[in-house]
């Protein structure tokens, strides 16, 4: 995952009149980005997939390897294409100057409904094994193949992208794509949803916070998405009580007064008008082991991460079987 450098800056107090500063002249004010904690009182429905904790831990296990070089990310590519086949999916491959992309898809019962794609990039940066960033999304699109096999309202659609390290490479190429752009309604991307802090000070913000941090303490998931599709934010308001806390961040105007929300691979969405979110952990901002070798399964926070794992799942559910407005 690139450096989020003021992604937290951001999800606090909406300031892109701060970042505005540092890269043009004090232009006209913009409309602002607003942090908003999604409501504690809209509980799951009673019947809401379940993850399986012990999968997602093995996933992680199994991928936490560097998938840096050409035979490392083919090897990361026979597992994940591997686990898809096992679970009844046909992934295809994309191939694109710098990598190859899988991608596997599962029609809906409604074909006029649309496609819903959950993404998730699988290389690493070299020497780090990438636990964290990002077997921790790869460990949970599986897990979503495995909970959504059977049709939905809407078409799934999952994307695992390489080359994201080096310029967001592979999701630039698949959004590239028109074919893979057609009746497509909404994006989940994940990257790093599995580390979590809870001592004092272990949450870090830049030092030109203008207001006073609400926490220290890096227990939370935050959810960056365009201003254009609330529906996709709004989709991760439907969690249970002991799910993690969720911070949802509507970005106006694509990111354009913002660009440190556009550093993931999300973002190739947004400039074709493709409503999307990014889930994350806030990355460097939290964790110490942020591509170093000490990304290890190790350092996965476990129950925070089942838990970031299942407000995906039921974001993507309620988004899979969402009924015309």
Not at 43 to 54: C, G, L, S, W
């Amino acid at each position: 995952m690139r450096r989020l450098i003021l992604l937290v800056l951001l999800i606090v107090v909406g300031v892109s009149a701060v970042i505005s500063n540092r890269f043009f002249a004090r232009p006209p004010a913009p409309a602002q980005p607003q942090i908003v904690e999604t409501p504690k009182a809209i509980p799951q429905r009673q019947n809401a997939p379940k993850v399986a904790a012990n999968k997602l831990f093995e996933r992680v296990q199994q991928l936490s390897f560097e998938r840096y070089t050409q035979s490392d990310r083919d090897r990361a590519r026979k597992y994940i294409t591997q686990s898809l086949e096992n679970l009844g999916w046909s992934p295809t491959l994309q191939t694109f100057a710098e990598g190859v992309n899988i991608v596997a898809e599962r029609s809906g019962k409604d074909p006029q409904a649309g496609t819903i794609l959950v993404a998730a990039h699988y290389d690493t940066v070299p020497g780090s094994p990438g636990a964290d960033d990002n077997a921790s999304g790869v460990a949970t699109m599986l897990e979503i193949a495995r909970i959504f096999r059977l049709p939905t309202r809407q078409t799934l659609k999952l994307a695992f992208f390489d080359a994201e390290e080096i310029g967001l490479r592979g999701s630039l190429a698949f959004a590239a794509d028109k074919a893979n752009l057609e009746n497509l309604q909404g994006v989940v991307v994940m990257d790093m949803i599995g580390f979590a802090c809870y001592s004092a000070g272990c949450q870090k913000y830049p030092p030109s916070l203008p207001v006073a941090a609400p926490s220290d303490k890096g227990d939370f998931l935050v959810v960056v998405g365009d201003a254009e599709h609330l529906s996709l934010l709004n989709a991760f308001a439907h969690r249970g009580e002991k799910l993690p806390m969720v911070l949802t961040l509507p970005v106006p105007l694509k990111g354009i007064f913002t660009p440190d929300v556009l550093r993931s691979d999300h973002a190739p969405f947004w400039y074709q008008g493709i409503g999307a979110v990014l889930v994350t952990d806030t990355a460097n901002l939290r964790s110490p082991f942020y591509h170093q070798p000490s990304d290890t399964f190790g350092e996965i926070e476990q129950d925070f991460f089942k838990g970031a794992a299942q407000v995906v799942v039921d974001a993507v559910e309620e988004l899979l079987e969402e009924s015309p407005s």
